[in-house]
């Protein structure tokens, strides 16, 4: 068995370099322009456009590594192996310390594996004003499936593509074979390259821990997309308490202010830098 991560559709990859290449070279020409002026002209009405460049010089630094975030990404998949009734892999995680994690364990030291979903992205709906959308809250989860393989040492997250449950069928039913316990769980606990979400030694003492898992076997189901959704209805009746919907979206609500703050600041001291500009040309 041998599985790694799906890799980024090529018209996004193409349209990361496009991106970020019009990008820096912008903001490096703006940052070297009041440079090459005062080397050209050498006249005193420079010095009222020098902010220019330490400002458009950290926003191009703050572009490149961001860049540099997403270009990792992009060359960096984890996979996955079983062979000679042992787990290998490695692991790539952009919002870890320790991006890069290998494993190598039997599978005799398997306590669980966990099928449940995780966040992509989310999406925020317009504004009510603009869009009807009832009682339903204003940002949308777009998930996608997730095996954990728990030890009592290590924690592997196999990260599935959107709606590739014919990857997490064949991955369960394998460790089925293997009389490793198979749990579903609902519980949003990881969140795609986000640091403000649970963090991977809570993943691991929560999967290892959980009460509230409900057991089943992947045979016993036609399917493993009607699985899912029995399971999950089976979940939330034990549970009681959609708990991940409710911190997904007070954490995004305060995410939606903390943005709109900056944004209003941002533009605030756009304007008042544009209007510098101008006044110093005239």
Do not use: C
Request: proline content about 4%; cysteine-free.
């Amino acid at each position: 068995m041998y599985y790694q991560e799906p890799k980024t559709d090529t018209f996004y990859s193409v349209a990361y370099v496009i991106m970020f290449g019009v990008a820096i070279l912008f903001l490096s020409a703006v940052t070297l322009l009041p440079i090459v002026l005062f080397f050209i002209y050498q006249a005193s009405w420079i010095w009222f456009i020098a902010w220019m460049t330490p400002l458009f010089g950290w926003l191009n630094w703050l572009t490149i590594r961001h860049a540099e975030k997403v270009f990792w990404k992009e060359k960096h998949h984890a996979h996955y192996e079983v062979r000679d009734g042992h787990f290998y892999g490695t692991t790539y995680r952009i919002e870890e310390k320790q991006r890069k994690r290998e494993h190598s364990f039997p599978i005799s030291d398997i306590n669980r594996v966990v099928m449940l979903p995780y966040i992509i992205r989310i999406v925020t709906r317009p504004s009510r004003e603009f869009y009807d959308y009832g009682n339903a809250p204003r940002t949308i989860k777009v998930t996608a499936p997730m095996i954990a393989v728990v030890t009592d040492n290590d924690l592997v997250e196999m990260l599935m593509a959107e709606n590739d449950m014919t990857t997490v069928d064949q991955w369960v039913k394998f460790f089925e074979e293997q009389e490793v316990p198979i749990s579903y769980s609902s519980k949003l606990l990881y969140f795609y390259a986000n640091k403000k979400w649970y963090s991977r030694t809570q993943r691991h003492q929560h999967l290892l821990n959980d009460e509230n898992v409900v057991l089943f076997k992947p045979s016993a189901y036609s399917n493993i997309v009607e699985a899912s959704e029995i399971l999950h209805r089976e979940w939330t009746r034990k549970v009681n308490d959609d708990l991940s919907i409710d911190e997904l979206n007070e954490l995004h609500e305060k995410k939606l202010k903390k943005r709109k703050r900056g944004r209003l600041i941002s533009a605030f001291v756009l304007g008042f830098f544009i209007l510098l500009a101008f006044l110093s040309v005239i």
